[in-house]
């Protein structure tokens, strides 16, 4: 099997650290350990933990409180993962087979694209369209969606436009997949981190031949932990863990542990809440700057997540023009062509504020430059 560089991901392993100001992480700013414990009984409750293996498919008590945030889930409706990228890896290697066509929301994430390739099948994309508000637009959807569509794949909330789908669109998705037989792999991993109203609908309960992936990686602010799962139905769940034997394994004992802990209910609504708290304080920081480039950019403002897209008018290869900011302003953005989609970017807003302040600024002398000609990128 060959596959291609996951261009994402390798940008942000090869730069994060290197670079003085990273505005292209799409989480908030993590939560300490400490503020994760919240006191003494809690940490030394941690503490005893004995590092053994743990329950390889998560413990019955870690994976009942994440089917509780699925109504009608049960702990056989879930498999823990070593975060939600082993939650999309494990369902594209179960569903796909060379032939198969994966029809593919885009601009997204791209590891289920890059996979699927690799697993042999035709991608078709699906477009958000940025005249619909980053919607799909349902008629070209339901085009794309033939019996050989083997699974449909969405992510909702969207990285990189913050945009949610409308129920009238979720149910668009549901009935193209079910007139073929397909199933939905819906990547769940932003919902909860809403800038207003209510939490993102899941497809839980929509339709039938549904996988949902998510983790504590972004809503949660807990990346570190690196946990993941997959809700789906007990007997796909079941083939799952066998593919998660030959993968991961097993979480680790602490992950185990303290993802547990994180999903208290109370912990939960306290997570959550600091979580809404940054991404409602924050993104004002990005409107007043988006108000200042209103002639050179164009911007939807987000539903969900600590991440705002921005389409530029002018000639310049996005991949160029994020290298430009990071070797000349020690600044590191996520080019637009690294999610599908050239001639934008996206800038994370939920790390620390006076940083992203910092960012924009030398992101502004850089726009300054560039339109006078100065940068390299610039007079193309
Ligand atoms: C849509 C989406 N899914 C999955 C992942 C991977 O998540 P995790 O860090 O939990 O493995 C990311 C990371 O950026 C993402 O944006």
């Known amino acids: 099997m060959q ?20 505005v ?47 109504p009608g889930a049960r702990a056989e409706n879930v ?3 070593t975060g939600c990228a082993e939650a999309n890896f494990l369902v594209t290697w179960l569903l796909t087979e060379p032939g198969d066509e994966v029809v593919f929301m885009m601009p997204n994430y791209m590891q289920v694209h890059g996979l699927a390739l690799g ?16 919607a799909p637009d349902l008629d070209e959807l ?11 794949a969405v992510c909702n909330p969207n990285n990189p436009t913050g945009a949610t789908l409308s129920a009238e669109a979720r149910k668009a998705i549901c009935e193209a997949a079910e007139r073929v037989g397909a199933f939905i792999l819906s990547d769940e991993v932003y919902r909860g981190a809403e800038l207003e109203g209510d939490t993102t609908p899941t497809f839980w309960g929509e339709y039938d031949r549904l996988f ?68 409602r304080r924050q993104y004002p920081i990005m409107r007043e700057w988006t108000a200042q480039h209103a002639a050179d950019l164009t911007h939807i403002p ?13 000639p310049w290869k996005s991949a160029e023009l994020a290298e430009e900011l990071r070797a000349r302003k020690s600044v590191l953005i996520q080019s637009g062509i690294q999610m599908g989609l050239d001639g934008y970017f996206r800038i994370g807003y939920g790390g620390d504020a006076n940083a992203l302040r910092q960012a924009l600024g030398r992101i502004n002398d850089w726009f300054a430059e560039s339109l006078r000609g100065t940068a390299a990128t610039g007079g193309r």
């Open 212 to 279: 949902c992936t998510a983790g504590l990686s972004k809503a949660y602010g807990l990346p570190g932990l690196r946990t993941g799962w997959i809700v789906g139905p007990p007997a796909a769940i079941e083939k799952l863990w066998s593919y998660h034997d030959y993968a991961s394994m097993a979480p680790t004992m602490t992950t185990d542990r303290l993802a547990s802990l994180a999903l208290t209910p109370e912990n939960n609504a306290r997570i959550l809440e600091r979580t809404r708290g940054i991404v």
């Open 3 to 22: 596959i291609a560089p996951f261009e994402m991901e390798r940008w942000q392993s090869v730069w994060e650290n290197g670079v003085e100001l990273n």
């Open 79 to 81: 498999l823990v993962t």
């Open 142 to 152: 339901s085009k794309l969606v033939t019996n050989k569509t083997r699974f449909i």
């Open 24 to 70: 292209s992480e799409s989480g908030v700013d993590p939560m300490t350990l400490g503020e994760l414990l919240g006191g003494e009984a809690a940490t030394e409750k941690f503490l005893s933990t004995r590092l053994g293996y743990p329950q390889t498919n998560g413990t019955e008590e870690l994976r009942s409180k994440i089917a509780a945030l699925y």
């Open 119 to 134: 697993f042999g099948a035709a991608v078709k994309p699906f477009w958000l369209r940025e005249n619909l508000r980053w």
């Open 302 to 314: 987000p539903r969900a997540g600590a991440i705002v897209w921005y389409g530029y008018k002018q």
